[in-house]
């Protein structure tokens, strides 16, 4: 592992204190998230949630901004520790689930901060540390990108540091991985609809040009580099039948790669096979953008992290430093405002070596 370093003052009394606080919030906090589990709630529908973790935040002395920045299932958190003339320590609590639960496990994201930020300020107060921690209620994560909205109404704006974490299921440890660059799409194609059999010649086939920029997608993906990943699912209505030329059809498209720089010149790659397929076929485009997630840009200055977990909480090794993975955060657009980071932490799925034993097919 590369050296990192310790962050000055990081002493093991401070974390002695830091964990004393969290694990007295353990009883808590685990009702918590079993009713956000069993009340999983899709993006911007989290109301219950927002209610569980608001309500669970005010209960414990902080002052909450219920339905911030204008967004129906935000919140915003904040306490004051000292004079509030110091450091301005931010946390994350993710809210929504996927559409048949919380397969993300954002529901222990939602603890997690509010542990962490309970804890800081907790340790913070205890030693005479001025400053604020600010704890944000996070909604729509897997679809729309909600701490986008939340960074460009202000909610970052006064952090100095930001940080979050999101549990994986690949052993264990705390690892702190690379999340890569999202950028997706939609490309609506319109053409003009006539009877397939009595006079196609009318007709503008706007399905055509979906599937043929589809087609022109899986050509260009034999030529892109190794690390990039790019996608695309055909959408039309409910009105498609076989005997009408379809007038209308859409392709969602999705492209990953390790950083913004390198999603955006694929973007163009993939765009000129969508404009040749509306050319080809006569048909008009139009293109929406539905959401873009920047890579996580962690804080070298935050290095001390691993260094920490590592000696105090992960004597087998399994704390790695850095790799890149597939998997896509919002919250990636937070770390080129501010310094942050986004460490994972593992979840054995099944017990030590059960894993290979269950992958494995059953005549071998
Ligand atoms: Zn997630």
């Known amino acids: 592992m590369p050296a990192t370093h310790t962050p000055e003052g990081l002493t093991p009394e401070l974390l002695d204190q830091v964990e004393a606080a969290i694990v007295a919030l353990t009883p808590s906090l685990s009702e ?20 569980t973790t608001a309500g669970y935040m005010e209960k414990a002395g ?4 219920r339905h911030a920045y204008g967004l129906q299932t935000a919140w915003v958190a904040e306490k004051v520790i000292g004079d509030g003339k110091g450091r301005v320590v931010g946390f994350n609590s993710e809210l929504d689930a996927l559409p048949h ?6 529901n222990l994201i939602a603890i997690a901060g509010m542990a962490a930020a309970i804890g800081t300020a907790q340790v913070m107060e205890a030693n005479g540390v001025s ?45 702190l991985p690379s999340m890569c660059c999202n950028a997706a799409f939609t490309i609506e194609y319109k053409g003009a609809s006539a009877h397939a059999g009595a006079m196609p010649s009318a007709g503008v086939n706007a399905l055509d040009a979906a599937v043929s920029g589809y087609t022109n997608v899986a050509l260009l993906r034999q030529q892109i580099p190794d690390t990039h990943r790019i996608y695309n699912v055909l959408k039309g209505s409910e009105g498609w039948t076989a005997n009408i030329i379809t007038s209308n059809a859409k392709v969602m498209c999705g492209i990953r790669a390790p950083t913004a720089r390198e999603v955006y010149k694929m973007i ?3 765009l000129n096979c969508y404009k040749a397929a509306a ?86």
């Not at 918590?32 to 209610?51: M, S």
């Not at 501010?338 to 799925?349: A, E, K, N, R, W």
């Open 32 to 51: 918590v998230q079993a009713d956000i589990h069993a009340h999983p709630e899709l993006a911007w529908q989290e109301h219950r949630t927002h209610d």
């Open 62 to 65: 902080w002052k909450v901004a």
């Open 101 to 106: 639960g919380h397969a993300c496990g954002h």
């Open 131 to 175: 400053g604020r921690v600010i704890l944000l209620g996070t909604p729509a994560e897997e679809a729309y990108g909600g701490k986008d909205f939340m960074l460009k109404r202000g909610a970052y704006d006064e952090m100095d540091v930001c940080l979050m974490t999101h549990p994986g299921i690949t052993g264990n440890g705390s690892w």
């Open 268 to 270: 163009d790659r993939a």
């Open 279 to 364: 050319l080809a076929t006569g048909c008009t485009y139009t293109i929406t953008k539905d959401a873009l997630y920047l890579d996580t840009q962690h804080s070298t200055e935050l290095d001390g992290y691993l260094e920490t977990v590592t000696k105090r909480w992960d004597d087998e090794g399994y704390t790695y430093r850095k790799f890149v993975t597939y998997g896509t955060t919002d919250f990636g657009n937070v770390t080129y405002k501010c310094p942050s980071l986004h460490p994972m932490f593992q979840l054995p799925d099944l017990p030590e070596g059960d894993f290979c034993r269950e992958s494995r097919p059953s005549w071998w």
